[in-house]
């Protein structure tokens, strides 16, 4: 099993409002270039989702729960598919996208029962829960040639030094695509 971040992030390291669907300053960052870079199975996950289990903060899988059903080709069908665990506190509810349930106790408690491997997209609280733990193996990032100079960092203020190799990079339009794994 392992734990796999994926995510867009600006030059500066921020993930705040990629889409412009939480209406910031600077939002929508990831579509400066045109959508074309950013569609598709562009974090390589394939087989994995078939495999593994989507993790989702609560306010990432309501998003995607608008965005994902009403979709069609053949990665938004990977992605419908896929079994998808939602964090919360709050969410009691999650039909609004299949294969979706409550994970049920602690966060960390959870990730390192998981048999399968983990994928978590969006969700920086999680994510940065899962650094504080030390739990990630891998991190799947698409930089955008843009400087926020404000918002949430992948890796926030004060996270453990952490010794990353790359595995894989390249030029995606723009855009720079990059695996990063424990070294």
Same mark, same amino acid.
């Given at each position: 099993?392992?734990?796999? =971040?994926? $995510?867009? #992030? ?5 993930? #705040? ?9 600077? $939002? $929508? ?43 069609? @080709?053949p990665f938004s069908t990977r992605m419908n598919a896929a079994a998808k665990l939602v964090a919360t506190?709050t969410l009691t509810d999650t039909s609004a996208w299949v294969n979706s349930r409550l994970l049920e106790g602690?966060?960390? #408690? ?7 491997? +983990?994928? =978590? ?5 999680? +994510? ?8 990630? @193996? ?33 030029? =995606? $339009? ?10």
């Amino acid at each position: 099993m392992s734990v796999i =971040v994926i $995510g867009f #992030t600006t030059l500066d390291g921020r993930v #705040t409002d990629p889409d412009g669907s939480d209406g910031t300053p600077g $939002g $929508g960052w990831m579509f400066r270039h045109g959508p074309e870079h950013v569609s598709g199975d562009k974090f390589r996950l394939g087989a994995t989702l078939d495999d593994g289990v989507l993790l989702l903060g609560r306010r990432t899988w309501q998003h995607f729960a608008t965005l994902w059903p009403t979709r069609d @080709d053949p990665f938004s069908t990977r992605m419908n598919a896929a079994a998808k665990l939602v964090a919360t506190r709050t969410l009691t509810d999650t039909s609004a996208w299949v294969n979706s349930r409550l994970l049920e106790g602690d966060l960390l #408690t959870a990730v390192k029962a998981e048999q399968r491997d +983990v994928v =978590v997209t969006g969700s920086v609280g999680v +994510v940065h829960q899962l650094i504080a733990a030390d739990l990630v @193996d891998e991190y799947r990032i698409l930089t955008v040639p843009v400087v926020l100079g404000a918002g949430a960092r992948l890796f926030p203020d004060g996270a453990s030094a952490a010794d990353l190799r790359c595995v894989q990079a390249e030029q =995606v $339009g723009p855009m720079l695509y990059a695996r990063y794994r424990r070294s």
